[in-house]
C-alpha cells in the first residue's frame, strides 16, 4: 500500500509538471495578447529614451502588440530596475537598460536590494551610443587643451554635470579631471542625461561628459560647443571633431551601451520570441538611420546567452573602477 501512496503521488507529481510545462508553452504561442511596457529608467532628452522611442514602433509591428513606454526616473535608474525586476514574469513588461544600471550601479549602490545579474534575464544589446566632452557656449575653449588650460587656471571655480554620483559620465570625468591636472566640482543631476544636458545649455554647468545623442539636436542653436567625441573612431555626425585620444588621452573611452531585458522566470520561449522580434527591430532600415541621426550604432548579441556574459564582463569592469576612482552615490 505504501508503494502504491508513492506511485499514486509520483505520478501526479509528473502530471502537474507536464501541465504546467504545457501552461507555459501556451502562454508563449499566444504571446503577446496584449500591449507590451517598455520600462526606461530615465527622463526624456538622453541617450535611453531617444534609443528607446525609436526602437519602439517597429518593435510594436515586430510583435504585433503596442509597445508602450513607461519613462521611471529617480536614484540613478535604479527605480526603474527595481519596478522591471518586481513585475510579472510573463514578457509583458521589458526593460531597457544601459551601462549605469545594469553594470555600474551595482558596484555604487551595494545595499540595494535588487542585483541585475540575479534579477533580470538579459534578452539582447540594442545599440551603442558614443559619449561626447561638451561646453557651455561662453566657455572660451574651442579644443580639449584650450578647455584644460581654461581649467587649470580657475582650479575649483568651474562646475561639471553627469546624470549621477555613479553614473559612467562621472566617473568618466573624475578620470579626465585626474590625467588632465584639473579640478571641477561636480554637479549630479537626477533623471538621466537630459537634465544635465539642459545644464550644460542653460550655463548651470561649464562642462559634462553625456553621449552625442544628448548634443547633437541642441549644437544649431549655438548654446553647447562639442570638443570631443568619447569613441574609438570620429562619429559620422561631426566628422569634424576629434576623438579624446586625438586629443591626448586613448584610454577615455565612453559610450552607453543600451540593452533589454526581463524580469527573471521569464519563460525561454518567450524570452526567445522577444529576442526574435528585437533583432529585426534593429535590422530595419529606417530604425537604423534614425538611430543614427544621434550618433547611436546598432549593436546586437548573437544570442541571450552572449548578453548574459556580456553583462558579467561588464560588471567585472565597473566594479574595478568603482573601487580605483573611490565613487560613491551622492
Known sequence: ???????????????????????AQAAADSYPARPVRMIIPFAPGG???????????????????????DNRTGASGNVGVEIAARAN???YTIFLGNVG??????????????????????????????????????????????????????????????????SAQRLAFEFFMNKAGI?????PYKGGAGPATLAVLG????????????????????KVKVLAVISPKRVSQLPDTPTMAESGFPELLLGSWQGVSVPVGTSPAIVNKLYSAVIKTMRDPETVKRLATGGAEVVTSKSPAE????????????????????????
Not at 550655463?203 to 549655438?222: D, N, Q, R, W, Y
Request: charged share 15%; proline share 6%; glycine share 10%.
Open 1 to 23: 500500500m505504501k508503494h502504491l501512496s508513492q506511485l499514486i503521488l509520483l505520478v501526479t507529481a509528473c502530471l502537474m509538471a507536464t501541465g504546467g510545462i504545457h501552461a
Open 101 to 166: 544600471t545594469m553594470a555600474i550601479n551595482p558596484s555604487i549602490f551595494p545595499k540595494f536590494p535588487i542585483r541585475p545579474l540575479r534579477d533580470l534575464i538579459g534578452v539582447t544589446l540594442v545599440v551603442d551610443i558614443p559619449g561626447a566632452l561638451a561646453v557651455h557656449a561662453s566657455v572660451p575653449a574651442a579644443t580639449v587643451k584650450e578647455f584644460i588650460n581654461y581649467a587649470k587656471a580657475r582650479p575649483g571655480q568651474l562646475n561639471y554635470g553627469s546624470s549621477g554620483g555613479g
Open 183 to 187: 579640478s571641477l566640482v561636480h554637479i
Open 89 to 91: 514574469p510573463d514578457g
Open 203 to 222: 550655463g548651470e554647468v561649464a562642462a559634462t561628459m553625456l553621449t552625442v545623442a544628448s548634443f547633437i539636436p541642441h549644437l544649431k542653436g549655438g
Open 47 to 69: 541617450a535611453s529614451d531617444f534609443a528607446g522611442r525609436i526602437l519602439q514602433p517597429k518593435l510594436s509591428e515586430e510583435l504585433e502588440q503596442q509597445v508602450v513606454v
Open 307 to 330: 548578453f548574459a556574459a556580456f553583462l558579467r564582463t561588464q560588471n567585472e569592469f565597473w566594479a574595478k573602477l568603482v573601487k580605483q576612482t573611490g565613487a560613491t552615490a551622492e
